[in-house]
Nanobody, 125 residues
Framework: QVQLVESGGGLVQAGVSLRLSCAASGRTFSNYGMGWFRQAPGKEREFVATISWSGRSIDYADSVKGRFTISRDNAKNTVYLQMNSLKPEDTAVYYC??????????????????WGQGTQVTVSS
């Protein structure tokens, strides 16, 4: 069993930055890729960013590219999502996900094995 816990969300004004964290526990993760997804009210969950186990392969959704940065610290079993220049359109529940593979997991939800409960990000105009 693997547990993923997101933190760092909140209510902020447009243009503000937030840093989300996702801490993994329950087993030693030596080979896993990670991803961030989000779900806005009334919409389906969508891909945000993904990172390989090594951290050397990264992919972003077009809507966040240039504003968001995904990173990881394997010694802490933690992945981060730095979100800059937040827009009201970024308002959503943000979910962390883990895939038990060294390669980049990609954008498809079925590729991920474990999911967190989500953290709310609300951006007001």
């Amino acid at each position: 069993q693997v547990q993923l816990v997101e933190s760092g969300g909140g209510l902020v004004q447009a243009g503000v930055s937030l840093r989300l964290s996702c801490a993994a526990s329950g087993r030693t993760f030596s080979n896993y890729g990670m991803g961030w997804f989000r779900q806005a009210p009334g919409k389906e969950r969508e891909f945000v960013a993904t990172i390989s186990w090594s951290g050397r392969s990264i992919d972003y959704a077009d809507s966040v590219k240039g504003r968001f940065t995904i990173s990881r610290d394997n010694a802490k079993n933690t992945v981060y999502l730095q979100m800059n220049s937040l827009k009201p359109e970024d308002t959503a529940v943000y979910y962390c996900a883990a895939a038990l593979t060294k390669v980049l997991p990609g954008r498809r939800e079925p590729l991920y094995d474990y999911w967190g409960q989500g953290t709310q990000v609300t951006v007001s105009s």
